[in-house]
């Protein structure tokens, strides 16, 4: 436990440290405003690695939750502009709930037919991606054909913080919550950890999987409505290739890809870090060749920290096991 | 001419034929033109444009089709039952840039003139090329919409699509050559948005933090421009940093409401469907002759000078604001 917490401080003071860069450069990315804006930028894929480190806990990965937010997204989008009256709340409970059933197709596939969840969830990820080429034709949802209660929303303040953002922060503790506080959260782990004792102690490991990622399908619905209504646009590729990120997210902040290791506090740190790198970048006058491939190093170096951690653990535990057997051996 | 080539149809028709051109001179003249598919706006408008010109020409019958999805198989039965009814002329907007080409080479040789606009056909496959404009003209066009609006000089920077986009890149560097026409007009830098919404957005942001004086960002790209509109709105500096650039009118009209943008470009599709029809009514009144070097007229819309490719380019980008927005914005 105590290991894993210095994971988490080791993340936080590289927050820090590249805060204290970024700052070094451009002295305004550190005021407070600004720092609310790239926390509210951060929002969404805060909210999608929430729910893939459930997914990843639970030794899946959800691929397909950035197409599953465009679905949505365009669904809303749609919706809202064929039916202008319709109310913010209900576009909200239709995301979720269309976010959701996709995330149940992911698992029930993954549960019944025992698919490996790379394969279904690219698979899904295509298919979403076709079915708002289906449904839209190809042509994008304009910000004028949207209302501006639609829009309006997750840009509306509460307490000095758009609505974006505390959705940001109640997903995060409500995540909290669940995974510390009830049996699905704890089961989420044992899962993870080891299959077959969890089998033992009376969890279904693909049920378990299922509901994994149904909660990472209605996250990615509920951010389908809140990006178009952010971006003001929908259209078949909005958010393409930000399932990756999602991931990276997640494994910044320590999650395993092996499952069932990795804290809440972790994905929320490792969002945190790339929301900052991502929003620092433009603004630090670094050409927009070596954009790229900083993110990339900052990835690998956070991910080497953390595997680095890990690993005295795994040492430890081979060295007896060979000490044991070249005992048992001599 | 219009005798010998159709006399190159057949023998057996020339009899008709040939009684068939002395009449002509009454007949109208009929031009098909030909689109990707049929129910676009953008070529619903183009087709409006053409019937301007018939209007204008008088003696003109425009015959507007095309197949029902954006395939060149579609487009080739178009064409071969368009050479079967002997229509003059053929102006297609090419969903293929080779398929079509053994289907218009015959109706070439049925004496009817080929032009391709909007999206050209390969050389052989056609007399002409009409492009909707040019590099030169549209890296032009895009520092011309934000210097205009800064007629004391300003800061403004390039928000483009990724830094391996051709056509962005290219019409970047043709704006740079014509930048010292536009005195005092800074380009302060230039970001990659990479087409991504969100990205576009991040970047325009950081473009306003970095460059607080900021006072025009150009977006060459349809998705940046949007993504860009949206940053300046969210950032509360609407009215301080115009955006503009290229863009559709039914993804700005959003954005020309609420004043992030005066003004963008993009070709004009009603322009567009007149010239093809204008080209197509010359080289079918054999008026003119599609060689290169060639200068051909095309009423309202001036003259289209030929390459050494026999491809031409109509005239600058169509700038839309807000005394047009609302007209365009149902069209495409």
């Known amino acids: 436990m105590s290991l894993l917490k210095s994971r988490e401080a080791l993340l936080g003071g590289a927050i820090l440290l590249l805060l204290a860069l970024i700052a070094s450069r451009f002295p305004g990315f550190v005021a407070p405003d600004n720092l609310a804006r790239v926390f509210t930028d951060t929002s969404p894929l805060l909210i999608l690695a929430l729910g893939q480190t459930v997914v990843i806990l639970t030794r899946c990965i959800d691929l397909s939750v950035a197409a599953n937010l465009a679905l949505t997204g365009m669904v809303c989008a749609m919706l809202n502009a064929a039916l202008p009256g319709v109310p913010v709340v209900v576009i909200l409970l239709l995301a979720v709930t269309l976010g959701a059933v996709m995330g149940m197709v992911n698992g029930l596939l993954v549960w019944k037919l025992s698919i490996p969840s790379i394969v279904v969830t690219l698979g899904t990820m295509t298919i979403y991606r076709g079915i708002i080429f289906l449904i839209s034709d190809g042509a994008w949802v304009n910000a004028h054909e949207m209302s501006a209660a639609f829009t309006g929303f997750p840009r509306a303040q509460i307490a000095g913080l758009p609505v974006l953002a505390w959705f940001g922060i109640l997903a995060a503790a409500a995540m909290v919550l669940m995974i510390n506080r009830t049996p699905l959260g704890r089961a989420f782990y044992a899962v993870g950890g080891n299959p077959h004792a969890a089998v033992y102690t009376g969890i279904s490991v693909g049920r378990t999987q299922f509901w994994a990622f149904t909660l990472s399908g209605a996250l990615a619905g509920l951010c389908g409505y809140l990006w178009v209504a952010r971006y003001a646009v929908a259209y078949v590729d909005i958010a393409g290739g930000f399932e990756l990120e999602v991931v990276a997210a997640c494994v910044i902040g320590g999650i395993s890809i092996a499952g069932g290791a990795g804290t809440i506090l972790g994905t929320i740190l490792g969002a945190l870090f790339l929301g900052i790198v991502k929003n620092a970048l433009p603004v630090i006058d670094i050409s927009p060749f070596w954009q790229m491939a ?33 005992g048992a051996t001599a | 001419m219009k005798l010998t080539r159709r006399l190159f149809g057949g023998a057996a028709m020339a009899a008709a034929l040939m009684t068939g051109s002395v009449a002509q001179a009454q007949d109208p003249v009929r031009i098909a033109l030909v689109v990707k598919a049929l129910g676009i706006g953008f070529f619903e408008a183009a087709a409006k444009g053409a019937e301007e010109a018939a209007a204008e020409l008088g003696n003109v019958e425009v015959i507007y089709t095309g197949p029902t999805d954006t395939t060149a198989e579609g487009q080739i039965e178009v064409i071969n039952a368009l050479i079967a009814q002997q229509v003059d002329a053929i102006a297609v907007s090419a969903n293929d840039t080779d398929a079509l080409v053994p289907a218009l080479k015959k109706a070439m040789q049925r004496g009817i003139s080929v032009i391709s606009w909007d999206s050209g056909v390969a050389p052989e496959g056609r007399q002409l090329h009409l492009n909707p404009s040019s590099n030169p003209l549209i890296g032009n066009m895009i520092i011309k919409l934000a210097a205009d609006e800064l007629p004391e000089g300003g800061k403004v920077a390039v928000l483009s699509a990724t830094t391996t986009s051709t056509n962005q890149n290219i019409w970047i560097e043709e704006m740079n050559k014509v930048l010292g026409n536009y005195e005092g007009i800074e380009v302060v830098g230039t ?27 150009i977006a060459p790209t349809s ?63 054999d008026a003119a002759e599609a060689e290169p070097g060639a200068e051909i007229p095309m009423g309202r819309m001036g003259t289209l000078t030929l390459d050494e490719n026999t491809e031409g380019a109509m005239a600058d980008p169509f700038v839309y604001d807000e005394s047009n927005i609302d007209e365009f914005k149902g069209i495409f």
């Open chain 1, 294 to 326: 900083i993110s990339g190093t900052a990835i690998i170096v956070a991910v080497t920290l953390n595997s680095r951690n890990a690993r005295a653990k795994g040492r430890i535990i081979l060295r007896k096991a060979q000490e044991q057997t070249e």
């Open chain 2, 191 to 217: 970001v990659y948005g990479d087409d991504l919404a969100d990205k576009s957005y991040r970047e325009a942001t950081g473009l306003m933090q970095t460059y607080p004086d900021l006072d025009a960002i």
């Open chain 2, 223 to 285: 998705v940046g421009i949007v993504a860009a509109a949206r940053a300046v709105e969210d950032a509360g500096k609407v009215g301080e940093v115009n955006v503009t650039g290229l863009g559709l009118p039914s993804e700005m009209a959003g954005a020309i409401e609420s004043g992030a943008s005066k003004s963008f470009a993009i070709w004009n599709p009603i322009d567009l469907g007149y010239s093809a029809t204008m080209l197509a009514y010359q080289l079918a009144t």
